[in-house]
């Protein structure tokens, strides 16, 4: 192997040791290194024959990780979606999560707040367009908003 090759794997080893990573975002990332694209595509076909870098176990993490942090199923698919991760796929990990994105919603609400859901059309469109921004889907926001589970 060449020492660019080595360059390479070690590179994305390290990135991948901190977590998970995309194949499109490992890439991304080696091609800022200035590392040739033939020597990526190497590297990148390496890693995913040895099951070190997988779209589907970076799919799973990702997903879990943003709705923990109060992200909706909106805004974690096209930040998935960005990178790189298709369309399939996506559905498939935003279904499985099992997550309760109604109830999700209105944790999110209530945190951010504090308070009880308010009569004011201003501070109601405040705390919709909140949660719009955190990726939840209108009907999410409404029953957030009406205090209702689904």
Do not use: K, T
């Given at each position: 192997m060449s020492e660019i090759h080595d360059k390479a794997l070690k590179s994305a080893m390290n990135m991948l040791s901190r977590r998970e990573h995309s194949v499109l975002e490992l890439s991304r990332k080696l091609q800022l290194r200035d590392i040739p694209s033939s020597v990526i595509?190497?590297?990148?076909?390496?890693?995913?024959?040895?099951?070190?870098?997988?779209?589907?176990?970076?799919?799973?993490?990702?997903?879990?990780?943003?709705?923990?942090?109060?992200?909706?199923?909106?805004?974690?698919?096209?930040?998935?979606?960005?990178?790189?991760?298709?369309?399939?796929?996506?559905?498939?990990?935003?279904?499985?999560?099992?997550?309760?994105?109604?109830?999700?919603?209105?944790?999110?609400?209530?945190r951010k707040f504090a308070e009880d859901v308010p009569d004011e059309f201003e501070l109601r469109a405040k705390q919709m367009r909140f949660l719009q921004y955190r990726g939840f889907s209108h009907a999410q926001i409404n029953a957030a908003m009406n205090g209702m589970d689904d």
């Open positions: 595509d190497e590297v990148i076909e390496s890693l995913i024959e040895n099951n070190l870098l997988s779209d589907e176990r970076f799919a799973e993490s990702y997903v879990r990780m943003r709705s923990a942090r109060g992200y909706g199923p909106q805004r974690v698919r096209l930040e998935l979606q960005e990178r790189g991760i298709g369309s399939e796929l996506i559905g498939c990990y935003l279904d499985e999560a099992e997550i309760d994105w109604y109830e999700l919603a209105n944790e999110v609400r209530s």
